[in-house]
T-cell receptor, first 110, second 116 residues
Framework: QQQVKQSPQSLIVQKGGISIINCAYE??????FPWYQQFPGKGPALLIA?????SEKKEGRFTISFNKSAKQFSLHIMDSQPGDSATYFC?????????FGKGTRLSVIA | GAGVSQSPSNKVTEKGKDVELRCDPISGHTALYWYRQSLGQGLEFLIY????????KSGLPSDRFSAERTGGSVSTLTIQRTQQEDSAVYLC??????????????FGPGTRLTVT
């Protein structure tokens, strides 16, 4: 079964708007929640990550909000730019390999 | 420094042939992972090497898949008797330490495998 559920599958946002991508999980043993950004033809690159003892983490225009009781976490991209157009993956870790969501294709239009 | 490199970048093969995919991790990284990314899907874990320990092969989808890591550095993923459902992008990632003090995985650009 899918351990990390990501939504939406695709997202279109106007330049300057806020992009929000959500993920939900069931396994309470997960202890690390990264978000990866992937451009076509490239491997995923770590964007931002959070641990479950923190409810929010911000790095520049990117913010992770984490709700431990609801077992949900989300990525917010403020002031979205066309250069942010990419596929975003949430992930979670228990032990060693990461468990990934299915990805969200974000398109930021001018 | 150099990132994770993978070769070839693209591979087209006929059904039934064997293929080898190569990964060069970042120098000094002790942990190495292989993932598979199919169209419209997330990344699916295949195998994990940690230092000199036995690899975690729990994600390999069938016995046609195998991987080795020589000298704690370069890794080769081998797919025998390829099937069309093996068509995907195969991604390699490395991590500085295998223990819990370092979480970030650095991905290579992937090898796009097409089985005809």
């Amino acid at each position: 079964q899918q351990q990390v559920k990501q939504s939406p599958q695709s997202l279109i946002v106007q330049k300057g708007g806020i992009s929000i991508i959500n993920c939900a999980y069931e396994n309470t043993a997960f202890d690390y929640f990264p978000w990866y950004q992937q451009f076509p033809g490239k491997g995923p690159a770590l964007l931002i990550a959070i641990r479950p003892d923190v409810s929010e983490k911000k790095e520049g225009r990117f913010t992770i909000s984490f709700n431990k009781s609801a077992k949900q976490f989300s990525l917010h991209i403020m002031d979205s730019q066309p250069g942010d157009s990419a596929t975003y993956f949430c992930a979670a870790r228990e032990g060693t390999p990461l468990v990934f969501g299915k990805g969200t294709r974000l398109s930021v239009i001018a | 420094g150099a990132g994770v490199s993978q070769s070839p970048s693209n591979k087209v093969t006929e059904k039934g042939k064997d293929v080898e995919l190569r990964c060069d991790p970042i120098s000094g990284h002790t942990a190495l992972y292989w993932y598979r990314q199919s169209l419209g899907q997330g990344l699916e874990f295949l195998i994990y090497f940690q230092g000199n320990s036995a690899p975690d092969k729990s994600g390999l989808p069938s016995d046609r898949f195998s991987a080795e890591r020589t000298g704690g550095s370069v890794s080769t993923l081998t797919i025998q008797r390829t099937q069309q459902e093996d068509s995907a992008v195969y991604l390699c990632a490395s991590r500085l330490r295998w223990d819990s003090r370092s979480y970030e995985q650095y991905f290579g650009p992937g090898t796009r495998l097409t089985v005809t």
